[in-house]
């Protein structure tokens, strides 16, 4: 049986366009995502549109995706990592 530690996605590798990879948590992580959908917000991809608040979008895209293509050239990806054996 595989070890549930295997399955916890609280630290996450993030990159993003012109700046040093960053090791982020949960928390860090949805308050990147929150900050950058709120200057995104009328180039929202159309699965983010249907949400109301920045929580709700950040949220989501944390649950289902890994990557935001914000513009042409720009970008935010974000992995979850496991730090210990």
């Given at each position: ?9 609280d630290?996450?590798l ?6 040093p990879e ?20 009328d180039n929202?991809?159309q ?12 949220q989501?895209?944390?649950?289902t ?8 050239g ?11 054996k």
């Amino acid at each position: 049986m595989p070890d549930a530690m295997m399955y916890d996605e609280d630290t996450f590798l993030v990159l993003e366009t012109h700046e040093p990879e960053q090791f982020m948590n949960v928390t860090e992580l949805l308050e990147k995502l929150k900050s950058v959908l709120s200057e995104h917000q009328d180039n929202l991809p159309q699965d983010l549109q249907r949400f109301n608040t920045l929580e709700t979008q950040a949220q989501y895209l944390l649950n289902t995706g890994c990557d935001l293509n914000l513009s042409p050239g720009q970008y935010l990806q974000w992995y979850a990592v496991r730090l210990e054996k």
